[in-house]
């Protein structure tokens, strides 16, 4: 996803603080939990973006024992 002028602020700001790996460790960190404005969140269970297993899929793999 590109970046909005805030979201390069700051990650110039992380690397500078943190170095260049770290930094954008951080900042990725930052944006996955919805702390970088202008970014969007994530999609989660409560957006509709994940789903929750329901285990009731047929793969054809059987326990042990049945």
């Known amino acids: 996803m590109?970046?909005?002028k805030t979201g390069?602020?700051?990650m110039?700001?992380?690397k500078d603080?943190?170095?260049d790996k770290k930094g954008k460790d951080v900042?990725?960190?930052m944006e996955n939990q919805g702390k970088v404005p202008?970014?969007?969140k994530p999609m989660g269970y409560a957006n509709g973006g994940l789903t929750k297993s329901t285990?009731?899929?047929d793969t054809g793999i059987?326990?042990?024992g049945e």
């Open 38 to 40: 202008g970014m969007s």
């Open 55 to 57: 285990g009731r899929m």
């Open 2 to 4: 590109p970046m909005n």
């Open 12 to 14: 110039s700001s992380m």
């Open 8 to 10: 390069k602020k700051m």
């Open 62 to 64: 059987k326990k042990c």
């Open 27 to 29: 900042f990725y960190a």
């Open 17 to 19: 603080t943190y170095g």
